[in-house]
């Protein structure tokens, strides 16, 4: 008998649908979130069953029950931890412990990408084209992969699996992976898929909106409630605030908290840790616990939203040579443009600031970061610019 315990995300599930098509009726799986997989773990241990060998996927255990299962396999052997998150590489000094962040061809893993690997060299599992297509879409979409890559089906693929129970999401895919020789999504799903991509698209529009700025320990941190589409939330908010390090997603209700990043130079999974979560470098999350919710709930709670810049501007343009005109939410105007000297410099009510910088983007940035500055419309460009020639007229 074994028994698997994995995460309750697509990865996650994609290990259970795996394991299920390897060994069938002999396989238990249950699926946690990161804070449940150690209270299983424990029941599991406490019951002392030497018949059943365990797996665990995509989720790594904390330090007594990493004591424990050692324990447990230096008496019984029947444990196996694969997963690939960087904060559980240490798993690697024991043999039950397989992690693996990158592939020696350079290729970000996934936990599923691991166990179908695992698998097919035990001899559990055959490979097979279909399993191996939908593997990848697994690993493409929990590395964000797709998104280089444009691969809708891998999107889709996690769209789908947050619209049907995970019960049945399982039995669809195992029916599917055994009976088809390439894998591919039926008519219904197609249309219903179609359907959401819109939802989502709206759902992210309306969060745009709703964003707040917050400085944390010397890194700008973009906050917002949320409670679905953490992952594509947290990539179109990074895009579109790219001058902050990182997206905040809080969902209340569950009392959990998303960090997302676009930017390699940041690592979110040392953010979560400041509060006792982890994960990767560009997706992670903790619980939310009184620091955290003191922090990012109760301290931002009368801020007010960053506003968008001005979309379809002809004029007022990024990195205009004649100058580019920003507004802060205390009214003030700056002006961006370069010097004779080639440099970038900010004019803060008509007065120059001190600092000076290389390059149109530096400047933009420090004045997102310091100001939360939009790009304005052309109408109040022109008519600024309209008032600035009349004055000059009067001096005459
Ligand atoms: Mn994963």
Same mark, same amino acid.
């Given at each position: 008998?074994?028994?698997?315990?994995?995460?309750?995300? +697509?990865?996650?599930?994609?290990?259970?649908?795996?394991?299920?098509?390897?060994?069938? &009726?002999? @396989?238990?799986?249950?699926?946690?979130?990161?804070?449940?997989?150690?209270?299983?773990?424990? *029941?599991?241990?406490?019951?002392?069953?030497?018949?059943?060998?365990?797996?665990?996927?995509?989720?790594?255990?904390?330090?007594?029950?990493?004591?424990?299962?050692?324990?447990?396999?230096?008496?019984?052997?029947? @444990?196996?931890?694969?997963?690939?998150?960087?904060?559980?590489?240490?798993?690697?000094?024991?043999?039950?412990?397989?992690?693996?962040?990158?592939?020696?061809?350079?290729?970000?893993?996934?936990?599923?990408?691991?166990?179908?690997?695992?698998?097919?060299?035990?001899?559990?599992?055959?490979?097979?084209?279909?399993?191996?297509?939908?593997?990848?879409?697994?690993?493409?979409?929990?590395?964000?992969?797709?998104?280089?890559?444009?691969?809708?089906?891998?999107?889709?693929?996690?769209?789908?699996?947050? +619209?049907?129970?995970?019960?049945?999401?399982?039995?669809?895919?195992?029916?599917? +992976?055994?009976?088809?020789?390439?894998?591919?999504?039926?008519?219904?799903?197609?249309?219903?898929?179609?359907?959401?991509?819109?939802?989502?698209?709206?759902?992210?529009?309306?969060?745009?909106?709703?964003? @707040?700025?917050?400085?944390?320990?010397? *890194?700008?941190?973009?906050? @917002?409630?949320?409670?679905?589409?953490?992952?594509?939330?947290?990539?179109?908010?990074?895009?579109?605030?790219?001058? +902050?390090?990182?997206?905040?997603?809080?969902?209340?209700?569950?009392?959990?908290?998303?960090?997302?990043?676009?930017?390699?130079?940041?690592?979110?999974?040392?953010?979560?840790?400041?509060?006792?979560?982890?994960?990767?470098?560009?997706?992670?999350?903790?619980?939310?616990?009184?620091?955290?919710?003191?922090?990012?709930?109760?301290?931002?709670?009368?801020?007010?939203?960053?506003?968008?810049?001005?979309?379809?501007?002809?004029? &007022?343009?990024?990195?205009?040579?004649?100058?580019?005109?920003?507004?802060?939410?205390?009214?003030?105007?700056?002006?961006?443009?370069?010097?004779?000297?080639?440099?970038?410099?900010?004019?803060?009510?008509?007065?120059?600031?001190?600092?000076?910088?290389?390059?149109?983007?530096?400047?933009?940035?420090?004045?997102?970061?310091?100001?939360?500055?939009?790009?304005?419309?052309?109408?109040?460009?022109?008519?600024?610019?309209?008032?600035?020639?009349?004055?000059?007229?009067?001096?005459?």
């Amino acid at each position: 008998m074994y028994k698997l315990l994995s995460h309750n995300d +697509l990865d996650g599930v994609g290990c259970g649908i795996l394991a299920k098509l390897a060994f069938g &009726n002999d @396989v238990h799986v249950r699926y946690n979130s990161i804070s449940s997989l150690d209270r299983e773990v424990s *029941k599991f241990l406490e019951k002392d069953d030497k018949d059943t060998f365990l797996i665990i996927t995509d989720l790594s255990v904390n330090e007594e029950n990493e004591k424990k299962l050692n324990e447990h396999y230096e008496a019984v052997g029947k @444990v196996q931890l694969i997963d690939h998150h960087k904060t559980a590489l240490h798993f690697n000094n024991y043999h039950w412990g397989h992690v693996v962040v990158e592939n020696e061809d350079g290729k970000l893993t996934s936990a599923t990408s691991l166990l179908y690997d695992y698998l097919v060299e035990a001899g559990h599992l055959e490979k097979k084209e279909s399993i191996a297509e939908f593997v990848e879409l697994v690993r493409q979409y929990d590395t964000w992969e797709w998104e280089k890559n444009d691969n809708q089906q891998a999107h889709q693929l996690n769209a789908l699996f947050f +619209l049907v129970s995970i019960e049945e999401f399982e039995e669809k895919m195992l029916e599917r +992976l055994q009976s088809s020789d390439h894998f591919d999504f039926d008519e219904f799903e197609k249309r219903i898929l179609a359907m959401e991509d819109n939802k989502i698209e709206r759902y992210i529009r309306r969060k745009k909106r709703e964003l @707040v700025q917050l400085e944390v320990d010397k *890194k700008f941190a973009g906050i @917002v409630y949320a409670e679905s589409y953490h992952s594509e939330l947290g990539n179109e908010l990074g895009k579109e605030y790219s001058h +902050l390090d990182y997206i905040v997603i809080l969902n209340m209700g569950s009392k959990k908290i998303s960090f997302r990043t676009i930017h390699d130079d940041v690592d979110v999974s040392e953010v979560a840790s400041e509060y006792g979560g982890g994960g990767h470098a560009k997706a992670s999350g903790c619980s939310m616990t009184v620091e955290a919710y003191n922090l990012f709930v109760a301290e931002t709670f009368y801020l007010e939203p960053l506003r968008e810049d001005a979309k379809y501007n002809k004029f &007022n343009v990024k990195g205009s040579s004649f100058g580019t005109m920003y507004q802060s939410q205390l009214d003030e105007l700056f002006f961006v443009h370069p010097t004779e000297a080639d440099k970038w410099v900010i004019e803060r009510n008509g007065m120059h600031i001190d600092e000076q910088f290389e390059h149109f983007e530096d400047a933009e940035r420090f004045l997102k970061r310091h100001h939360q500055a939009w790009l304005v419309r052309d109408d109040l460009f022109v008519k600024d610019l309209m008032e600035k020639v009349k004055e000059l007229r009067e001096d005459k």
